[in-house]
């Protein structure tokens, strides 16, 4: 069986967390007022802190997409994409993602984030798989119900473990980077966990663990 090395998105490949990019460009199109903003930034605090009833939340923001098209998600999330994430590429995630690549490990993204995201990160960073979440999509359009699993914290597990079987990759040896507490099932699912740029509560887990801990906001990593 062979290795892989899995990627987490926001705070990890990228130096932010994007769902913050994308409530402040819907704020400045005019779509969302600041109610709307403040209760947005309250549950992403929710879901950093692993607090959060994901499904409930997922759920909730799903309804805004009730009947939206999906194309026209995907080409919004491209524009927005190139205009406003690509400024925020984590320089240190180059020379890790090259040692990979170079040892024939699969490179396999491992995100809540969407599949159009997803589909831009693995463009940009010349990546193998993506594993995302998703949303259930009839006649081209979203009928506000998310895909299961959930792809956040266990879930992330669930996810990984399914791909793993599909592709002969064996998950107890491979690695898996991220900045996330909510994270910490899937760091511990893997042999060569690598907490990057973390927050305060996995810096503390990778402390007592013995988990290497880095910085991916310069070149050196």
């Known amino acids: 069986m062979r290795t892989a090395a899995f990627f987490d998105l926001d705070g990890t490949l990228l130096t932010i967390n994007s769902a913050h990019l994308w409530v402040r460009r819907e704020k400045r199109l005019g779509r969302i007022n600041n109610w709307q903003v403040a209760r947005a930034m309250l549950l992403l605090g929710g879901y950093r802190l692993g607090v959060l009833d994901i499904e409930s939340a997922l759920k ?4 805004n997409l009730k009947g939206v098209s999906e194309a026209a998600i995907r080409q919004e999330t491209q524009e927005w994409w190139r205009d406003e994430v690509r400024a925020f590429f984590a320089p240190g995630a180059k020379p890790v993602l090259e040692k ?17 995201a997803s589909e831009m990160a693995r463009a940009d960073f010349a990546l193998d798989h993506v594993l995302h979440q998703s949303y259930e999509v009839k006649g081209g359009k979203f009928t506000g119900e998310p895909i299961r699993p959930i792809c956040y914290g266990p879930g ?25 507490i909510t994270d910490a099932p899937m760091l511990e699912r893997v042999r060569h966990p690598v907490a990057v740029g973390p927050d305060g509560r996995l810096r503390r887990l990778a402390k007592a663990r013995g988990w290497p801990v880095v910085d991916w906001t310069s070149q050196a990593g």
Request: net charge negative.
């Open 156 to 180: 992330k597990v669930e996810v990984a473990e399914a791909f793993a079987r599909a592709h002969d990759i064996d998950l107890s040896a491979s690695a898996f980077y991220t900045d996330s």
């Open 60 to 63: 909730a923001a799903l309804a």
């Open 100 to 116: 990979h690549r170079a040892a024939g490990e699969p490179l396999v993204l491992l995100t809540s984030s969407s599949l159009y």
